[in-house]
């Protein structure tokens, strides 16, 4: 399978695992040593982004890419660029936006993990 074709299936399974808030599948997806940088510029390990969606801290109803998803391969890094409607609710709180999000998956034996994600909110005047 091609990087671009792979990282597209691992991308789908990412979508897929947050929004059923499928910890066990985001154990596989994310690397143990993972950054994320949320939209507040918080640093969130790979720990905490898990237990957000296992406790049901965050809970998303709606994860929608929005126009093409940029991947680019570079030998057993890629790096991906997408743009996203995202609702759900984080604490109880209801949220609805539009964020683009950069990741770098890995390729770590025979399967790719996501080592970085930043991710930022689009402002409606960008849309």
């Known amino acids: 399978m091609q990087v671009i074709e792979a990282i597209a299936v691992c991308e789908e399974a ?12 985001l154990e596989q997806l994310l690397a143990d ?11 969130r390990s790979r720990d905490d982004d898990i237990a ?3 406790s049901g801290l965050l809970d998303l109803s709606s994860l929608d890419f929005r126009g093409d998803r940029l991947v680019r391969p570079y030998g057993d890094l890629a790096s991906v660029v997408v743009t996203t409607d ?11 936006g539009t964020f683009s999000y950069l ?14 994600a930043q991710c930022t909110a689009c402002p409606s005047s960008e849309l």
């Open 86 to 96: 995202v609702a759900g609710s984080y604490g109880g709180t209801s949220f609805f």
């Open 14 to 25: 990412l979508r897929t695992a947050m929004l059923a808030g499928d910890a066990e599948a």
């Open 103 to 116: 990741r770098l998956w890995k390729q770590q034996g025979d399967r790719w993990q996501i080592i970085l």
């Open 52 to 54: 957000a969606h296992r």
């Open 33 to 43: 040593d993972m950054i994320f940088v949320d939209q507040q510029g918080v640093r």
